[in-house]
């Protein structure tokens, strides 16, 4: 049982344009949203987060937009730059709870 | 500096065999984490602990074993038992707020 997916395995895009980054979830419980990006042999590194309580956090070129009635939150990139290219996890948790992850999309940004 | 630091990188086991992954952080997290990842299936969790002495199954706990004797250290033992054991593994520990996890950089374990 999926409760955080990433329905796109990948995504290309081109220097300079937005990337889009989807995920949904299941679990009405969570109340704390957070995005990682991975490098290939590398750990995840913490990207920025939301509360269930706000809609919107913006940090630089990212933002994420959390619609709870809709269980989906998104990613921002803008603009996109080549070294954005690596595998994003969205990532949920409950109450502080261990955090659950989705599948991961590759983003690639082409120059 | 502060992080989590994962031994090793690479590492090669015979069929049979069991073998333990090393995670040590100096964050002083209470709480840490074993994540496994394959391709199309994000990272999926292991075992985590909230406090030394204590730990608890995750999602795919069969084949693993785990010890947390101390609060820096918290040691994957992947047996025979596990069926599927290639993978990148990935150890994590969150600060005492619990939301953003920290990782090391991980363990690519490969059976031959």
């Known amino acids: 049982d999926q409760q955080v997916k990433q329905n796109s395995p990948s995504l290309s895009v081109q220097e300079g344009r937005i990337s889009i980054l989807n995920c949904d979830y299941t679990n009405s419980m969570f109340d704390y949203f957070l995005w990682y990006k991975k490098y290939p042999a590398e750990g995840p590194t913490f990207l920025i987060s939301i509360s269930s309580i706000k809609d919107k956090n913006e940090d630089g070129r990212f933002t994420v937009f959390l619609n709870k009635s809709a269980k989906h939150l998104s990613l921002h990139i803008v603009p996109s730059q080549p070294g954005d290219s690596a595998v994003y996890f969205c990532a949920a948790s409950a109450q502080g709870n261990k955090l659950v992850f989705g599948a991961g999309t590759i983003l690639r940004v082409k120059s | 500096d502060g992080g989590i630091t994962q031994s090793p990188k690479y590492l090669f086991r015979k069929e049979g065999q069991n073998v333990t992954l090393s995670c040590e952080q100096n964050l002083n997290h209470d709480a840490m984490y074993w994540y496994r990842q394959d391709p199309g299936q994000g990272l999926r969790l292991i075992y985590y602990?909230?406090?030394?002495?204590?730990?608890q199954k995750g999602d795919i706990a069969e084949g693993y074993s785990v010890s947390r004797e101390k609060k820096e250290s918290f040691p994957l033992t992947v047996t025979s038992a596990q069926k599927n054991p290639t993978a990148f593994y990935l150890c994590?520990?969150?600060?005492?707020?619990?939301?953003?996890?920290?990782f090391g950089q991980g363990t690519r374990l490969t059976v031959v």
């Open positions: 994590a520990s969150t600060p005492p707020s619990g939301f953003e996890a920290f």
């Open positions: 602990s909230q406090i030394v002495n204590d730990f």
